[in-house]
C-alpha cells in the first residue's frame, strides 16, 4: 500500500483536462435541466391550501346559497287525535277507558330553496304534498303563505310559490359531473333549527333504494329531520341535489344521507311548472336486474339489460306480446344495460310514441315495437292470503316450504293470474325459503328452468337439486309475477 498519496504528482495531458472539464459541465447541465423539470412539475400543482382558506370557500358557499334556503311550515287541517293519550298501555285485567279523539291540525316543518327571483321553491312532496297550509320563512325573516303548483310522489318533489318578487335564488348544477369524495354541503332547519349548515362529502352516486326512479346521491354531510327539500350544494356553490331522505336506528343522523340529483330535479321542476303534474312514458312491465342466477334460468348468456318481472294486463307491454322472464336489451335504438337505465329511458320518452324494443326469450333475440302509455298514477295493494286450514300435498324440504297445488278456489282469494302452480303453505322458520322473502300464499309457477304445473312438480324439481348454491323461483303474489333466488346454503 502506497502510504505517500498525498505526496504523490499527478500528470494529466491537456486533452485529458479538457475532456474531465467537459464532462463537468455536461453533467452540470444535466443536473440544472432536471432540476428544471423537477421544479416544472411541482409549479404545475395546485398549492394546498391553508386552514384558513380552506374555510373561506365554506364560508363563500354559506353566503351565496344560504340567502334562497327557506323554512316550511306545514298545516294539515284535519288529523285525528287523542290528545297525547293514544300511546298509552291499556292494563290487562281493567277497564278500558274510551278516550275521545278530536279533529285537530297536524303541523311539520320542511326547508325549500328559492330557485327564481318571482318565488318559485323546490322542496318535498312528503313536505307540501298533503299540506293545507304552508307559511315560508325567508333567511331575513319575512314570512310568506304560499301555494301549492305541482308535486310528484314518484320523486318525491314539489314546487310552491310565494307572491314576491326580486328574490335571491340559488342555481342548479350539472350532479352527473358530479364524483365520490367530492366535498358537499347541506343546508337547512333541521328539527326546526334555520339557517343551519352541515358538511360531508359525495359518498356514493346514483344509489337505488325501493323507488321507481332512485338515482340518489349519498352523503354523510348531516341530514336530519326538518331538512327535507332544502338543497345539497357543492363547493361553487350550485345546487346539485334535494336532501330527500336518511337511513337511521336512532331517529337523527348517522352518516347516510340521500339527496335527489339536480338533473333529475330539473326536469321534473320544469314540468310541474307547466302542467303541475309530470307526465311518464309507460310500458306495462314490473323490472328486476339480471342477476347470474337469473340469466341462466331464463337462458341469457349476459348481465346487461333488464329482466320483465310480470306484464299487466291491456298495458302497451301486453299488447307488444312481452312475458315474465324475457330480457329487454335495447330501447329505441339504444342499448340497455341495467333495470334503472330502461325505467328513466322510458319514463323520459314521449307519451304516444312508437319505439322498438329488442328482448331475449329462451336464449332467442326478438324485436318488437312498442307504443307508449301515460304511466298511471299507480298505488300499492295490501297482498291477500288464503284462508289455510287444508294439509298441504308434499314438503319442498330443501327450500323450507310445504306445499299444494292451486284451487279454482284459491285463484280467486289471491286474484291470481293462473289456475296452475304450487301455492305455499307453510314456511320453516330459518329455512332458504323464509331468508329469501316468501310467503305463505305465494304460489311458485317455475323454478330454474323448470315449468311448476302443480305442487307435484315442484317437489320433483327440488329433489334434484344437487350442489347447486342458489335456485331462483317465479313466484306470483296478489295477482303480480316476480323472481326471487333462494339461497341453498
Avoid: C
Avoid at 235 to 251: E, K, L, P, Q
Amino acid at each position: 500500500m502506497d502510504t505517500n498519496l498525498k505526496n504523490r504528482k499527478w500528470k494529466v495531458s491537456p486533452s485529458r483536462a479538457l475532456a474531465f472539464v467537459g464532462a463537468i459541465v455536461l453533467a452540470l447541465g444535466l443536473g440544472l435541466s432536471l432540476h428544471g423539470i423537477v421544479l416544472g412539475q411541482q409549479s404545475e400543482q395546485a398549492p394546498i391550501p391553508s386552514p384558513s382558506d380552506f374555510s373561506r370557500a365554506f364560508i363563500n358557499v354559506a353566503k351565496k346559497v344560504g340567502p334562497a334556503v327557506v323554512n316550511i311550515d306545514v298545516r294539515e287541517k284535519v288529523g285525528k287525535s287523542a290528545q297525547g293519550f293514544e300511546d298509552m298501555p291499556q292494563i290487562p285485567g281493567f277497564r278500558q277507558f274510551q278516550i275521545p279523539q278530536q279533529q285537530v291540525p297536524q303541523r311539520g316543518t320542511g326547508s325549500g330553496v328559492i330557485i327564481s327571483q318571482d318565488g318559485y321553491i323546490l322542496t318535498n312532496n312528503h313536505v307540501a304534498g298533503n299540506a293545507d297550509l304552508m307559511k315560508v320563512t325567508l333567511a331575513d325573516g319575512r314570512e310568506f303563505k304560499a301555494r301549492r303548483v305541482g308535486t310528484d310522489p314518484e320523486t318525491d318533489l314539489a314546487v310552491i310559490k310565494i307572491d314576491a318578487e326580486n328574490l335571491p335564488y340559488a342555481k342548479l348544477g350539472d350532479s352527473d359531473k358530479l364524483e365520490q369524495g367530492e366535498w358537499v354541503v347541506a343546508l337547512g332547519s333541521p328539527f326546526g333549527l334555520q339557517k343551519t349548515m352541515t358538511a360531508g362529502i359525495v359518498s356514493a352516486t346514483g344509489r337505488a333504494l325501493q323507488g321507481t326512479y332512485d338515482n340518489y346521491i349519498q352523503t354523510d354531510a348531516s341530514i336530519n329531520p326538518g331538512n327535507s327539500g332544502g338543497p345539497l350544494v357543492n363547493m361553487s356553490g350550485d345546487v346539485i341535489g334535494i336532501n330527500t331522505m336518511i337511513v337511521t336506528r336512532s331517529g337523527g343522523s348517522e352518516g347516510i344521507g340521500f339527496s335527489i340529483p339536480s338533473n333529475m330535479v330539473h326536469k321534473v321542476y320544469a314540468e310541474l311548472i307547466r302542467n303541475g303534474k309530470v307526465t311518464r312514458g309507460y310500458l306495462g312491465v314490473n323490472l328486476k336486474p339480471v342477476t347470474p342466477a337469473v340469466a341462466r334460468s331464463v337462458g341469457y348468456r349476459g348481465t346487461e339489460g333488464a329482466l320483465v318481472d310480470d306484464v299487466t294486463e291491456n298495458t302497451p307491454a301486453a299488447g307488444a306480446g312481452l312475458q315474465s322472464g324475457d330480457v329487454i336489451t335495447e330501447f329505441d335504438g339504444k342499448p340497455v344495460a341495467s333495470r334503472q337505465q330502461l325505467v328513466q329511458m322510458v319514463a323520459e320518452t314521449p307519451v304516444g310514441k312508437s319505439a322498438p324494443l329488442k328482448y331475449v326469450r329462451d336464449g332467442r333475440v326478438h324485436t318488437t315495437t312498442i307504443k307508449l302509455a301515460e304511466r298511471p298514477d299507480l298505488t300499492g295493494n295490501a297482498t291477500p292470503r288464503p284462508n289455510g286450514g287444508d294439509e298441504g300435498r308434499g314438503s319442498a324440504s330443501k327450500l323450507g316450504i310445504s306445499v299444494d297445488d292451486v284451487t279454482p278456489v284459491l285463484v280467486r282469494q289471491l286474484h291470481l293470474k293462473s289456475s296452475s302452480g304450487a301455492v305455499v303453505e307453510d314456511i320453516t322458520p330459518g329455512s332458504p325459503a323464509q331468508e329469501a322473502g316468501l310467503q305463505q300464499g305465494d304460489v311458485i309457477h317455475r323454478i330454474g328452468s323448470t315449468t311448476v304445473s302443480n305442487a307435484q312438480d315442484l317437489i320433483r324439481a327440488v329433489r334434484q337439486l344437487r350442489s347447486e348454491k342458489e335456485v331462483v323461483l317465479q313466484v306470483e303474489r296478489g295477482g303480480q309475477l316476480s323472481w326471487t333466488t333462494v339461497p341453498l346454503e
